[in-house]
């Protein structure tokens, strides 16, 4: 099969970048033949989605609309692989070359600023189908910025987007959550497809269970699998010192971090432990954070807070296997939150707030614990870290549920799913055809 693979960027940004750089592998890996089409050239300080030998990359900055459209319709792709454009008229010209799916990774065509939360007079998620009332809670409400410039422009751009969802032929989402939101704005329920998002390729699953299998700490595949099975045992020692808490992600006010800070010196002092907390990665409000870190420490003993900054690669997975507990304080529904099931592999339990799509991995009592997202607090916050942590026994059970839970998110069964959508859409059986081509390339070397 020929994917054209679409999207704004190619330097890593974030998370919609790690999928493709892995996805995009595990095509070519099963036979495929891929292009990569993208709207931006990449920023020489990010990292590049790294693409495999014999993919082609084309930039529409480049080569401008025209040439990129003529281009691909020459390239003669089988289906288009779309994961968001920025450009309006490109998109709708790249629906007229070939049957085209939409992996929608956040509120595209649904939302003016693509937050879904109001901000005043305190942080909470929206419930609202899109439409023109959403432009009287933009500026009251606190959904977007404050130049009613922007939220026209913007407004159109989602309305131009909704639309476009409707031309294509099919739309895929990680979360039961996005698939009712966009099911809820008028698209057809035949055409949304929720497919489980993986947890990066083939290899880098491999290189992560084998470094657990090496792992000093105890949080190692062996004995979190025979806590599955529930034969080990958790001794006393292993809850000795202080409790290790992780943030991962954007730091920007959606992500909740100042109420995560408001929650821990109730959580240090119900659990009367000393409390590590490290606040990974970067954004606009990181300054105010660590402000407000500095204040609470010093009035508050048996509270460690840093800010390492961006992390990623051998150092994450370190950052992972030495940490107890992540938590999610996003006051916005996440689409989905996919570094939950990444804790989970390694048997990292975590705390939320339940809001978006955050119930399709964490389950009370299992693999962590919500707090009420409706609106979202501190103190609901606290007390559903002080649940994860409070009792041995349990917390026990958090982890061998966290890493249990993770091993539904493989990327196998991730393009199992994506291929049926494919064939369901061109009425051809690429499943079929990947193995032939792959058992053909075996039988040659």
Request: proline letters at 5%; charged letters at 20%.
């Amino acid at each position: 099969m020929r994917i054209a693979v679409t999207y704004s960027y190619r330097g890593k940004i974030g998370g919609i970048e790690s999928y493709l750089d892995a996805v995009i592998k595990e095509f070519v890996r099963d036979g495929h033949e891929v292009s990569y089409w993208y709207e931006v050239k990449n920023d020489s300080t990010s990292e590049p989605i790294e693409l495999t030998e014999g993919v082609q990359a084309s930039c529409v900055e480049e080569l401008g609309v025209r040439r990129t459209v003529d281009s691909l319709r020459a390239w003669t792709p089988d289906i288009i692989y779309s994961h968001g454009l920025l450009n309006t008229s490109l998109e709708d010209a790249i629906l007229t070359v070939a049957p085209a799916v939409i992996f929608v990774h956040g509120y595209y065509g649904t939302c003016i600023s693509g937050s879904k939360a109001f901000s005043r007079p305190n942080p909470a998620p929206c419930d609202r189908r899109f439409g023109s009332k959403c432009l009287l809670n933009y500026h009251v409400r606190g959904c977007g910025g404050l130049n009613p410039v922007t939220m026209i422009k913007e407004y159109n751009r989602q309305s131009h987007r909704l639309r476009s969802l409707q031309k294509y032929a099919a739309i895929v989402t990680a979360s039961s959550h996005m698939k009712r939101e966009f099911i809820r704005n008028g698209v057809s329920s035949q055409k949304v497809h929720q497919v489980s998002l993986p947890l990066g390729s083939r290899r880098e699953r491999a290189a992560v269970e084998t470094s657990n299998n090496g792992a000093a700490n105890g949080h190692t595949v062996k004995r979190l699998a025979a806590l599955v099975n529930g034969c080990d045992n958790e001794s006393e020692s292993d809850f000795a010192g202080i409790w290790r808490l992780l943030f991962l992600g954007r730091m920007t006010h959606l992500k909740g971090g100042e109420m995560l800070l408001d929650a821990l010196p109730t959580a240090r002092k119900m659990l009367d432990r000393p409390l590590q907390v490290t606040f990974a990665g970067d954004g606009p409000d990181r300054k105010n954070w660590q402000r407000k870190a500095e204040r609470i420490q010093r009035h508050h003993a048996g509270l460690d807070i840093t800010f390492p900054g961006w992390i990623s690669g051998f150092d994450l997975q370190t950052t992972l296997r030495n940490s107890d507990l992540l938590v999610m304080p996003s006051v916005w529904p996440e689409p989905f939150g996919l570094v939950g099931p990444e804790a989970g592999m390694f048997g990292v339990p975590a705390a939320a707030f339940n809001v978006g799509g955050i119930r399709d991995w964490l389950t009370d009592g299992v693999n962590g614990f919500l707090a009420p997202g409706n609106p979202p607090t501190w103190e609901g916050l606290a007390e559903a870290i002080v649940k994860c942590l409070a009792d041995p026994n349990m917390y026990a059970r958090l982890r061998a549920g966290a890493f249990e839970a993770a091993q539904r998110f493989s990327v196998e069964s991730h393009l199992v799913a994506l291929l049926e959508v494919f064939s369901h859409v061109t009425g051809r059986d690429f499943r079929s055809e990947a193995a032939q081509l792959t058992s053909g390339a075996s039988a040659t070397a």
